[in-house]
């Protein structure tokens, strides 16, 4: 599976894309940090006290970013894993998970840095293309 | 193994699923637009103004479903495919995913018309028994 | 793919991190009814009245402890999967399922008892280590 040339592919953005999930953690908690803002009354008696389990506008800024990326990136790991098995063109495999890679990239800056609407949601939208476009042709290759 | 005819069951239902959780993402945007009510100010600045910046009852409805379908459908992405390998009958395989299927379908439902209840926990139980009886076929499997 | 023996060790450890997770969802649901806490209206009217549609501390607490591990358990599904096929020492192998299933166990165990600051960041580092390793060994496999 791992010489298939389609799914070794897939698998390259995929874990690029896993790492990226693990860096907007990693920023949310530096951000908890830098501003003292903690979800926990354990981890706020660590860092100063009590006054310190609260909200903070921009952790939870970072943890829409993660949310939204559970809710997209992770079905793109089923189906581009699934879509590889269907006997794709290369070229064409390639191009479906470069355009799903390079938008949620956008994705993610766009929501961190704040960018001008509708910056973040064509950047969704542009990674819900392939995904919607592998899911149909699973399905037809089922059928 | 897209030919092994457990794994194409499996994949039928779950690409479904996939495309059913996207559809509740697009009904919140939708919700969000109708109801002015938007997560980000970059957003809400450019449907009216930073007052539509605020939380929704019916926004949080739709975005609870969408996290149960994350707690649920996911694993399920997993554990069926990981099922499929171990060589059950067709027969009792299709069962396990159709009940899943549609109690997921009920639970979304049950969830978006904000149904009666117990309506909405009966259809998140009826969709753990498969899971639970894939995820306990496959360490016997193992053993 | 399930006679792989690197694959089969990761399986086991991936389907008891499955349980770990439900069980996570069961708690919570017991928590809301013991508290009486509960999300939907429709549930609070089913025991007892409108005045039960609240939060609780205990049930958020619940609730992070579960997001924390769609967080972190679904891409070890993906990462664990795919590290597999890289034919892996099953020695090597089985030290990263083990020490993510350990350190997951232990962070599920101090968020929902609230142990002592920094326990539960400890685990989850912990449980990152033999993610970030694999994510790095798959890349380098594809190179």
């Known amino acids: 599976m791992i010489r298939n040339e389609v799914f070794s592919c897939f698998v390259f953005y995929a874990v690029l894309l896993v790492i990226k999930m693990y860096t907007i953690a990693i920023i949310t908690g530096q951000v908890r940090l830098r501003k003292k803002a903690f979800a926990n009354p354990e981890d706020a008696l660590r860092h100063g006290g009590l006054q310190f389990h609260r909200e903070d506008p921009y952790v939870e800024r970072c943890r829409r970013a993660h949310l939204n990326d559970l809710e997209n990136i992770l079905p793109f790991l089923f189906l581009g894993a699934v879509y590889s098995l269907t006997g794709p063109s290369l070229t064409v495999a390639r191009l479906h998970f470069l355009v ?32 919607v476009s592998m899911a149909v042709q699973i399905l037809i290759h089922l059928v």
């Not at 993610?108 to 990674?127: D, E, G, K, N, V």
Request: proline share 6%; with cysteine.
């Open 100 to 131: 799903f890679f390079l938008a949620r990239v956008l994705h993610s800056l766009a929501y961190l840095l704040a960018l001008q609407a509708p910056t973040r949601s064509l950047a969704y939208t542009a990674a819900q293309v392939p995904c």
